[in-house]
């Protein structure tokens, strides 16, 4: 009965509907279905275009998907910081999308670079990317959170990656389209694509997305700093939150236990003798669980409280690891998995940390909770790839299924010692 009536609270209803799909958050969420089908236009080949077409090592590719990805921790920061300094999440989140369409041109490069330069030309122009996605994560994140009730954060966020997902779902399917369409140069047209959803992307962004403005506070409350006032980057008053660093130190040890899509992919390639030309159909799948999951999730997390949900996401990337270590893992099953890991946690990460931000420093404390996990990930993606390039793909999944299994029950107490008590929608 008890489940039944958890499974009842995650279904929408039209009050919750209204209250979510606001104008911001399904703006939003158009710009990052064009943004995320751009994005994993490339993603969806990037990893097979490494390894097998410029045959870099695994090390090699763990050191770079590694670095390219942390390259987002520093820019995550400043990100936040200058959106609520001049409280202008909306051109600090247009300078982000704009990098990132930027980014596809610099990839049409690599074909005619001399010698072993080439993958150095795709590096750059993945960093860039990732620059950019670092600048627009937390205004873009602050922006729905502004648009929405804090009882609602978790189901707003659901239908954001919902919409961010099936733009997941689409961008594998037009690549997988082009390269079979294409008789030569296939990559370059993959990136030609890729650049001209981006601009669509970001014409959305400019044309529909409202800053909305901080709240006028109450007479005899502090008042938020003035826009164009620097409040400096005041982490102080977010870590002596007690509820807050345990999502900031849950984010960082979390993001140890995480290897990223391309290893997850690579390994199933590896165990299942997979051919090139089906390598974006994992990437399809993947997002086609996390588009059905989403929301559910979502409103999950409202419901039950957000950290079970977080909890239970780890405990599927968990499953992963181990099935992938076992051998010849069956597809569907890894990829169902995998992509109900990211429902119940991206996101809902971002629902659990808003509550405990003041509204004037909101952007730059999701921006620290997301560097945290960022600069987790160098740490895992260069381990992983050295394990694998040296000890063997086996060995390289078991060592990543040990520490999610020690990390996540750390996590699990860190967060119910006190999330319980302070999280909104906990029962």
């Known amino acids: ?180 369409l294409a008789a030569s140069a296939a990559y370059d047209a993959v990136f030609v694509g890729s650049a001209c959803v981006a601009v669509i992307g970001l014409v959305v962004l400019v044309l529909f997305v409202r800053d909305r403005p901080r709240p006028v506070p109450e007479p005899g409350a502090e008042a938020a700093p003035a826009p164009g006032v620097a409040p400096g980057l005041r982490l102080g008053p977010m870590l002596a939150s007690r509820p807050f660093r345990r999502v900031c130190l849950v984010a960082a040890l979390l993001g140890l236990a995480t290897v990223g899509d391309g290893f997850v992919f690579l390994v199933l390639q590896d165990r299942n003798d997979l051919p090139v030309l089906a390598f974006p159909l994992l990437a399809v799948g993947t997002s086609l669980t996390f588009v059905l999951l989403a929301i559910p999730f979502g409103r999950l997390a409202d419901r039950i409280g957000r950290w079970p ?55 730059t404390g999701l921006a620290l909770v997301q560097t945290g996990q960022a600069l987790a990930y160098v740490v895992s993606s260069i381990a992983f790839g050295v394990l694998w390039q040296y000890v063997g793909v086996g060995v390289a999944c078991l060592g990543a299924a040990a520490l999610a299994a020690v990390v996540l029950p750390i996590s699990a107490w860190v967060l119910r010692a006190r999330m319980a008590r302070t999280e909104v929608g906990a029962p």
Not at 339 to 352: E, H, I, K, Q
Request: with cysteine; charged share 15%.
């Open 309 to 363: 949900v977080i909890v239970t996401g780890y405990a599927c990337l968990l499953a992963v690891y181990l099935l992938l270590a076992a051998g010849s893992a069956p597809i569907a099953l890894v990829v169902i998995l995998y992509g109900a890991f990211y429902a119940a946690t991206d996101g809902v990460l971002s629902a659990l940390a808003v509550p405990l931000l003041p509204v004037e420093l909101r952007t």
């Open 1 to 180: 009965m008890y489940l039944a009536n958890v499974l009842s609270g995650a279904r929408w209803s039209r009050s919750s509907l209204r209250r979510v799909a606001t104008g911001n958050v399904l703006a939003l969420g158009t710009v990052s279905l064009f943004t995320d089908i751009s994005s994993e236009m490339v993603t969806a080949v990037l990893p097979a275009y490494l390894v097998l077409g410029l045959h870099l090592s695994f090390a090699q590719y763990g050191v770079l998907d590694g670095l390219y990805t942390g390259a987002t921790a520093v820019t995550r920061l400043l990100g936040g910081y200058l959106a609520d300094r001049f409280s202008r999440r909306k051109l600090v989140a247009t300078i982000g999308y704009g990098l990132s369409a930027l980014s596809r041109v610099g990839l049409l490069f690599p074909a005619s670079a001399p010698g072993g330069s080439a993958s150095l030309v795709v590096g750059a122009a993945i960093a860039v990317d990732r620059t950019g996605k670092g600048v627009r994560t937390a205004p873009r994140d602050a922006m729905i959170a502004d648009a929405v009730d804090e009882r609602d954060l978790g189901s707003a966020f659901g239908l954001h990656r919902s919409m961010d997902s099936l733009g997941a779902f689409l961008g594998p399917l037009a690549a997988l389209g082009i390269l079979g």
